[in-house]
Each structure stands twice: as structure tokens, then as C-alpha cells.
């Protein structure tokens, strides 16, 4: 069972640079999310999706575009990639919202120079 | 606003020497308080889900407690494997879960 898979692991833009970071799970979770970590600081929510077709922003959307064409992809679109977007993006999914655990990917590791 | 504190930053023990990472939080309408464990390079792992004050979980050298204001992950005889990154969690209304910046354990053998 693979749970969480994103790619790439590392990436490096470089300014006004666009790409596309792929998530997709297999364990037929409706909720998806995406989190950025940086250094000192607690996750932050990009973006997350309830189910197919249903995006909405998290806490922190600016710079970031989201889609939900299936069940099990979730990727995060940045668009014109800024030094502020260097940081290490997790995809997590769960089956339910409010009470349920989320499962994690293994990052995706970003530098913008 | 909801936050989440977690203290201290940093911790170093003795494998052996037992301790307590502290999470405090403010949050309206707590729906959970969660525990997770980041290993270096890879995405966090669940640990436990605590609901109401009063509450206890256990697992191996691990345990976890839940107060109206804050949760201790205690760890007893902690070993090296237990070196990592613990997180605190709260979700409250919404979709959102609000992480702390994390507790980075080191235990020494």
C-alpha cells in the first residue's frame, strides 16, 4: 500500500519559473490537503479539496493553484515562482474532516533562486 | 485566533532519562488535539488523537494527556529510535489543522 506518493522530492526554480507539484493517494480518501513547512515554523495550509471537483483555499493560497480532477490527485500549481515559495510542501489526505488523522507524504523539498 | 505552542524547541536526553514535550493551545470548539512524529526528510506519522480534557494515550514509551489549555507527550526511557520531530496539532472548526513549530528530540545512547 503506497498511501501518499509526491514528486518531485527536490526541485530548484528560479524566479518567474512555473511547475507543477504532483500528489495522488491510493487509499480512496475523500480530503486532501496541501501544507508548507518552513524552518521554526508549524504547517501551514496551502490548499485543500473535499472531493473531486471541490477545491478552497487554507490559511496561506497566495501564489499557489490547486485542481481536483479525480479522487486520488491532488497536484499544486506555482505560478511564478518567488523566493518566498522556497520551502518543503507535504500532500496529506484523509478520509473524513473533522476528527480523522491525516496521512503524509514525504515532501517536496523547493528552492526558488 | 487558534495557536499552538509546543516547548521546549529542543530537547537532549539520555537514553533512559524520561521527560515531557508540552503543547498549549487556544482554540474555539476543540474537535482534537493530535501528535504526530516527523522523522528527518520524510512527512509526519500520526501518533495519537486526544478529544476531551482528562484524556490518556499510550503507546510503547509514549503517552499522551489532554487539559483544557495544554497536552504532554511524556516519554519514559526514551531510546535513540525516539530521536525525532514531535508536532502538536489542534483542529477546531473548519478544514484546517493548526500545527506547532514542533519539539526536536535527540536522545543519546
Known amino acids: 500500500n503506497a498511501g501518499v506518493t509526491q514528486t518531485p522530492k527536490f526541485r530548484i526554480l528560479k524566479i518567474g519559473q512555473s511547475m507543477t507539484l504532483q500528489c495522488t493517494q491510493d487509499m480512496n480518501h475523500n480530503y486532501m490537503y496541501w501544507y508548507r513547512q518552513d524552518p521554526g515554523m508549524g504547517l501551514k495550509l496551502i490548499y485543500y479539496?473535499?472531493?473531486?471537483?471541490?477545491?478552497d483555499k487554507g490559511e496561506v493560497p497566495n501564489g499557489y493553484n490547486v485542481s481536483r480532477s479525480t479522487t486520488e490527485d491532488f497536484p499544486l500549481r506555482l505560478e511564478l515562482a518567488a523566493p518566498s515559495q522556497t520551502s518543503v510542501y507535504f500532500c496529506?489526505?484523509?478520509?473524513?474532516?473533522?476528527?480523522?488523522?491525516?496521512?503524509f507524504g514525504s515532501g517536496t523539498q523547493l528552492s526558488v533562486l | 485566533e487558534d495557536q499552538v505552542t509546543q516547548s521546549p524547541e529542543a530537547l537532549r536526553l539520555q537514553e533512559g532519562e524520561s521527560s515531557s514535550l508540552n503543547c498549549s493551545y487556544t482554540v474555539s470548539g476543540l474537535r482534537g488535539l493530535f501528535w504526530y512524529r516527523q522523522d528527518p526528510g520524510k512527512g509526519p506519522e500520526f501518533l495519537f488523537t486526544?478529544?476531551?480534557a482528562g484524556e490518556e494515550k499510550e503507546k510503547e514509551r509514549l503517552k499522551a494527556t489532554l487539559t483544557k489549555k495544554e497536552s504532554f507527550l511524556h516519554i519514559t526511557a526514551p531510546k535513540p529510535e525516539d530521536s525525532a520531530t514531535y508536532l502538536c496539532a489542534v483542529r477546531a472548526k473548519g478544514y484546517d489543522m493548526r500545527f506547532g513549530a514542533g519539539t526536536r528530540l535527540t536522545v543519546k545512547p
Open positions: 486526544l478529544y476531551s
Open positions: 496529506a489526505s484523509s478520509y473524513g474532516s473533522t476528527n480523522e488523522k491525516l496521512f
Open positions: 479539496s473535499v472531493g473531486a471537483g471541490i477545491t
